[in-house]
């Protein structure tokens, strides 16, 4: 499949940030602290007017919500923050590239946020502060940063086996829980799709008439590579209306993030035709030995089912199997989807696959020790060490679903002597990973 990859060898290209230069930026951290939405929620407003086109780009509930400002003001603070050492935020660097690979970035269009991010700058700031040596330096550092961005996504672009996006056609469509619903998709020239990494995500485009705009989103890959199929497995959100009384599109709940994932579930049927971007993501499976922990709350069970029928797989050396421990947290039977799929596993698997669930508000006729393990919300001491793999100093923990589940997963595995470099959190939206 052909692939045309811009270079950015025509964008401008600074030379280091000289030491005076580097002061210069650090001096601008407290107006970062306390102007940077403002200056990127400007940038956002008059780019998108300027360039009507990216609206196909940046999602319309995230900019209505304002959470793409203030994701993208905080990135700025990081980086002025560490502008002498940009270690710490490498991982979020690498989140974000990941990203733009998904939605097709190109190098050209960081010429354009580059216009309207100085020119923001300059009108919040003051032409009369960002002026001289300072606003040169930051014109450099911006170039210097995106230089970074442009590499590393050229890099995947040329991994990827395309690039932008490709037809694919729902094959299937599979409700798995209440809320949950699988979505298959076949690519529509029948050529066979290159293995991906369990955990990485997909993003799909659909072209919404009353926005006048395509919308994109992110969706985990919920199954182990397929060479004929992607799966995706999309919750839907209770009382956002999709469709209106009289049958058309309702696009007053748009902001709502739900939104276009409530949109999948009413308008896309078997047969559609949809486009989708080659599989990205910087959160997927190690290739170790190591025994594998999966903690997962709602939603945040699609990636990590991929991981769980991969290392279940055929392709799997009966020798060589890692010890998986799946601990999962749904409100109740109703909710909790692919039970019946992950209890087949563990009994088809008994030595390999142990696991724990956990339901917060059983059902009636749910039944303890049958439905599900322990009442409650998922809690680290309600566990067996035999199953969190506590014992072994190589285990390797994926945590996935709401961003405080994660954060407070986090803490207690690090409670528990858990080092911080075994534990990975997939995070859902714009955002760094929990801390």
């Avoid at 280091?16 to 107006?31: A, G, H, N, S, Y």
């Avoid at 672009?157 to 599979?174: C, H, I, L």
């Avoid at 529509?188 to 009353?210: M, N, T």
Wanted: proline letters at 7%.
């Amino acid at each position: 499949m052909d692939k045309v990859i811009e270079t950015g060898a025509d964008l401008p290209h600074p030379p280091p940030l000289t030491p005076e230069q580097r002061t210069l930026i650090k001096t601008t951290v407290p107006m970062l602290a306390e102007h940077g939405t403002a200056i990127t929620t400007r940038m956002y407003s008059q780019m998108l007017a300027a360039h009507p086109e990216l609206q196909n780009v940046f999602s319309h509930s995230k900019q209505q919500r304002g959470q793409q400002p203030e994701a993208l003001a905080r990135a700025i603070y990081a980086y002025a923050s560490h502008i002498d050492d940009l270690t710490p935020i490498l991982p979020v660097v690498e989140c974000i590239a990941h990203k733009h690979a998904s939605i097709h970035i190109l190098p050209s269009q960081y010429a354009i946020v580059a216009t309207h991010l100085m020119d923001a700058i300059t009108h919040v700031v003051g032409a009369d502060t960002f002026t001289g040596a300072l606003y040169d330096a930051w014109g450099a550092a911006y170039w210097n940063l995106a230089h970074v961005f442009i590499d590393r996504e050229r890099e995947l672009y040329e991994a990827a086996a395309w690039t932008s996006w490709r037809e694919f056609v729902v094959q299937r469509k599979v409700a798995e829980s209440d809320e949950i619903t699988s979505f298959y998709f076949r690519p529509k020239d029948g050529a066979p799709l290159a293995p991906y990494r369990p955990g990485q995500y997909i993003s799909v485009q659909r072209f919404i008439p009353e926005l006048g705009a395509m919308q994109n989103r992110q969706y985990s890959l919920s199954d182990a590579p397929n060479p004929e199929c992607y799966r995706i497995s999309v919750k839907r959100e209770d009382g956002i209306r999709t469709v209106s009384q009289s049958g058309s599109l309702d696009t007053t709940p748009a902001a709502h993030p739900g939104w276009m994932s409530n949109l999948l579930h009413t308008t896309l049927a078997e047969g559609d035709t949809v486009d989708l971007a080659h599989p990205f993501g910087e959160f997927f499976l190690d290739d170790s030995s190591a025994p594998v922990v999966l903690l997962a709350a709602g939603v945040g069970v699609t990636p990590l089912l991929a991981m769980l029928n991969t290392l279940t797989g055929p392709a799997q050396s009966a020798g060589a199997l890692r010890p998986v421990s799946w601990i999962q947290a749904a409100r109740n039977g109703r909710a909790h989807a692919f039970k019946t799929h992950v209890a087949s596993v563990a009994r088809a698997h008994p030595e390999q696959v142990k696991t724990k669930v956990f339901y917060s508000a059983p059902a009636e006729g749910e039944v303890l020790g049958q439905d599900y393990d322990v009442c409650g919300r998922l809690d680290l001491d309600k566990v067996d060490t035999v199953i969190l793999k506590l014992h072994d100093g190589t285990a390797q923990y994926y945590v996935c679903g709401p961003e405080a589940f994660m954060v407070d997963m986090r803490a207690a595995l690090n409670a528990r002597g858990v080092a911080g470099s075994r534990v990975h959190c997939e995070v859902f939206g714009a955002g760094a990973t929990p801390q």
